[in-house]
């Protein structure tokens, strides 16, 4: 999904086990996309597991919940 950031929302819309992929416009979106879900997960009392593309500025984030 092209998008411009990733947000906090979109991560909470997540269910276990779903994965979702994010093209961002640049590697700086998709490291604070990286750092947002990682926060979150503390927050939300789950875990999210992220793999970066930089060569596509993209991010996928699985959430696991505990």
Do not use: W
């Not at 779903?18 to 093209?23: K, M, S, Y």
Request: proline share 3%; aromatic share 8%.
């Amino acid at each position: 999904m092209k998008t411009d950031k990733v947000t906090r929302e979109d991560l909470r819309a997540l269910h276990h086990g779903e994965t979702r992929t994010f093209e961002l416009p640049n590697f700086a979106a998709v490291q604070s996309a990286k750092s947002s879900a990682y926060i979150l997960g503390h927050i939300e009392g789950c875990r999210f597991a992220c793999i970066t593309d930089p060569e596509k500025n993209a991010i996928s984030i699985t959430r696991y919940d505990r």
